[in-house]
């Protein structure tokens, strides 16, 4: 069974190429699940999706905890423990990094022993727009590294999951899917399938007796106040929004109403500043800007105001 695991953030089509997958994976003759994991649904927030496949029926069911491959839509999710892409991880597993750095210095940087691959990625995308083609392009990776999937099964499988979406986004999904799988040519098959996961094998965990404490010290504050901006889900963000204040017309009413996060501070003066450690990139200010004041530009250059 082939066990395949798409880490990605909200808005980059994660969800979709788990799709594409499956769909061309069945169109190969295999049985086939493929599912989303996420919470709340915010672009930018990490999330993940699976892929299972098998010649066989399937009896497993829930996510992947050790995945034959993982793939990484986003490389800034590396770093982020609430992404889990790291977890479960073994020597044998094929770790594809869409990044711009090599796949010598992820090796390094990880400290893996196993194959560890990078998708070279074009100059990041300052529009939001093309940030789902990004899963097309993982997907047409993840088809050519298991090496039973042809090319036209993929190219098909694009036109039954994203033609619904439009001729011009089936058209760029198909042209990024297709490049990404003649990009890893070299690497085809790579990825093998593990045998199945039996439950006579399973090991209950060893229990560890945990002192208890004063209810005072224990308990979980559910009444606390500001315990979410101990969160900095800034780092959710793939695009920052930057104030022009040359242009600002300190209308901030506007902009600070409508930031769904509160990450909007308004000033004595009306001057609207933006709180990035919260910010999760969204870009409403950016849309309903009357002076269109509120550009956005790519997290990566960290471009301030």
């Avoid at 400290?111 to 070279?120: D, I, Q, S, W």
């Avoid at 097309?136 to 619904?164: F, M, N, P, S, T």
């Avoid at 297709?178 to 098959?189: F, I, Q, S, T, V």
């Avoid at 204040?245 to 004595?268: G, L, Q």
Wanted: hydrophobic share 45%; charged share 25%.
């Amino acid at each position: 069974m082939y066990r395949i695991r798409f880490h990605g953030r909200g808005g980059q089509g994660v969800k979709t190429a788990a799709q594409v997958l499956g769909t061309a994976f069945f169109a190969a003759g295999f049985e086939v699940q493929d599912a989303p994991r996420y919470g709340a649904e915010r672009r930018g927030a990490p999330i993940f999706a699976y892929v299972r496949a098998a010649r066989a029926p399937i009896h497993e069911r829930g996510v992947i905890a050790r995945p034959d491959l993982a793939v990484v839509a986003d490389e800034t999710l590396v770093p982020v423990p609430a992404a889990g892409v790291l977890q479960g991880l073994a020597e044998r597993t094929v770790l594809l990094i869409n990044s711009t750095e090599s796949a010598a210095t992820w090796r390094d940087r990880l400290k893996l022993t196993g194959p560890v691959l990078t998708l070279p990625v074009a100059a990041e995308a300052t529009d939001r727009a093309e940030l789902p083609f990004i899963g097309a392009a993982c997907a047409g990776a993840a088809a050519r590294l298991v090496g039973v999937i042809v090319r036209d099964a993929l190219a098909q499988a694009i036109r039954e999951e994203v033609g619904k979406l439009g001729a011009t986004a089936l058209e760029r999904s198909l042209a990024q899917a297709l490049a990404a799988y003649d990009a890893m040519a070299p690497h085809a098959g790579v990825v093998r399938e593990a045998g199945e996961i039996s439950a006579l094998d399973y090991a209950p965990p060893e229990w560890i007796d945990v002192p208890t404490e004063d209810v005072r010290i224990a308990a979980p504050d559910i009444h606390g106040a500001l315990t979410s901006e101990r969160a900095n889900t800034g780092l959710w963000r793939t695009l920052r929004p930057v104030i022009d204040y040359d242009r600002c017309n300190r209308c901030s009413w506007v902009c600070s109403t409508f930031c769904p996060d509160s990450a909007i501070k308004v000033e004595a003066d009306h001057t609207p500043r933006i709180d990035y450690d919260h910010c999760k990139g969204c870009m409403v200010c950016v849309a309903i800007c009357p002076p269109h004041a509120i550009r956005a530009v790519p997290e990566r250059a960290k471009e301030t105001a």
